[in-house]
T-cell receptor
């Protein structure tokens, strides 16, 4: 058990480009979450998977954002046509069952220039 | 939907002094409550959680928190702060399914020598 792994750690991209982030949860965790955190703020919920099913999406997740979790293992978060306002830390977390806290990865910091 | 308020943006305490960080939540039913700590550039680490039972919960690193339903509060305490406790602290509340965790804006803790 190596914890929740996120790649890359940092990503700098030009406005209008597409980016994709990867999250590898703790292997036995069936729940996976994506959050976005901007400077000086708490994490904001984006979306949630239980196994491979995406069960909830925040209104923050515009149609430029898409997340997948094929086979209920790793997950990817793709942002199309990036905007400067997308610059943030993107955090992934996983959990097992209903009565446990979430385990967070170290995040992917996205800078859109 | 559930929400969290952390009234203090920044707190400074002397090393060895006691600490209390405030957290107020809003949720129509019995909440699941959490405290996380985040060091610069890192992900969030779970300090403690409350689901049910004893309203005083013990966590890691000598922290404890008390759930007070009448005050809708879940304040974090530590009897003697160490310099290594300097970090950002986030209170979070989740719904009864624990699949929609919402965070407060955080309290930044500075520890004076």
């Amino acid at each position: 058990d190596t914890g929740v792994s996120q790649n890359p750690r940092h990503k700098i991209t030009k406005r209008g480009q597409n980016v994709t982030f990867r999250c590898d949860p703790i292997s036995e965790h069936n729940r996976l979450y994506w959050y976005r955190q901007t400077l000086g703020q708490g994490p904001e919920f984006l979306t949630y998977f239980q196994n491979e099913a995406q069960l909830e999406k925040s209104r923050l997740l515009s149609d430029r954002f898409s997340a997948e979790r094929p086979k209920g293992s790793f997950s990817t978060l793709e942002i199309q046509r990036t905007e400067q306002g997308d610059s943030a830390m993107y955090l992934c977390a996983s959990s097992l069952g209903q009565t446990n806290g979430y385990t967070f990865g170290s995040g992917t910091r996205l800078t859109v220039v | 939907a559930q929400s969290v308020t952390q009234p203090d943006i920044h707190i400074t305490v002397s090393e060895g002094a006691s600490l209390e960080l405030r957290c107020n939540y809003s949720y129509g039913a019995t909440p699941y409550l959490f405290w996380y700590v985040q060091s610069p550039g890192q992900g969030l680490q779970l300090l403690l959680k409350y689901f049910s039972g004893d309203t005083l919960v013990q966590g890691i690193k000598g922290f404890e928190a008390e759930f007070k339903r009448s005050q809708s509060s879940f304040n974090l305490r530590k009897p003697s702060v160490h310099w290594s406790d300097a970090a950002e602290y986030f209170c979070a509340v989740s719904d009864y399914n624990n699949n929609d965790m919402r965070f407060g804006a955080g309290t930044r803790l500075t520890v004076k020598p």
